[in-house]
């Protein structure tokens, strides 16, 4: 059992890079073409595994696991990470889930991660009545907010997804599609000085398609193709559902 656990947050983990502080890039490389998609690229990833089923929890409920969401190349303007050598980049989370009355669930995240620190959450509220009955369709409207710190710069992003899913216990696909909102604050530039303190806001798209496994009763492990703005990426957790 604890072997099969370590395969797994193997896995999880792999899907989130080891670059040395890609972030850190921003100081060297942010000038005013590319902080834009730099911002864009980041609100992707803040916006990402944010669910993994359309099934509100039930008062209740709990639910707490890892999470990680990438992008598989940055934007081509976003000129920060790429000039960095980054081919590939995301984030780790820790997420903890509570369901509320009234088909309502609130969810915490956080991470501290390559000079980053994050603090997020939100609300889910399903739109359909619960059931486990086998491939009985369910809805729910997911939305997110996140305030990030970093050395060089500051950011928020807020987002909204709707999501679907169907599914016997074993396994739940899921689909979703939605927004992010991402506002970024520079706070040193050495490429261009003129852009400190500067603000850049985006929205952009987010389209999502996984898959929920549940191997055991309570434990379960997730794996999602992404469309970030255009640019490909996957998101992956695992955690413990009661």
Do not use: C
């Amino acid at each position: 059992m604890l072997k099969r656990l370590f395969l797994l947050f193997a896995l999880v983990s792999s899907t989130v890079p080891a670059f040395a502080d890609q972030y850190g890039a921003f100081e060297q490389y942010a000038d005013g073409s590319s902080i834009k998609p730099f911002t864009r690229d980041l609100g992707g990833v803040l916006g990402s595994a944010t669910f993994h089923s359309a099934r509100s929890l039930g008062f209740s409920g709990f639910d707490i696991g890892l999470r990680g969401g990438m992008q598989f190349s940055p934007d081509r303007d976003n000129l920060i990470l790429r000039n960095r050598g980054v081919k590939v980049f995301g984030l780790p989370w820790m997420q903890a889930e509570i369901g509320l009355p009234f088909k309502f669930d609130g969810f915490i995240r956080g991470i501290s991660y390559q000079g980053l620190t994050i603090a997020g959450g939100g609300l889910r509220y399903g739109l359909r009545k619960l059931s486990d009955t086998p491939w009985s369709p369910q809805m729910l409207f997911s939305a997110v907010g996140h305030s990030v710190v970093h050395q060089h710069f500051s950011a928020s992003q807020a987002g909204g997804s709707l999501v679907v899913s169907a599914g016997i216990p074993v396994f739940t696909p899921y689909a979703g599609g939605g927004f992010d909102r991402t506002r970024l604050v520079v706070r040193s530039s050495t490429l261009d000085p003129n852009f400190n303190g500067s603000v850049v806001t985006t929205i952009q798209s987010r389209y999502t398609a996984g898959m929920q496994f549940r191997p055991w009763t309570f434990f379960y492990i997730h794996l999602a193709y992404v469309l970030l703005h255009g640019q490909s990426g996957s998101e992956a957790g695992m955690g413990l559902r009661f």
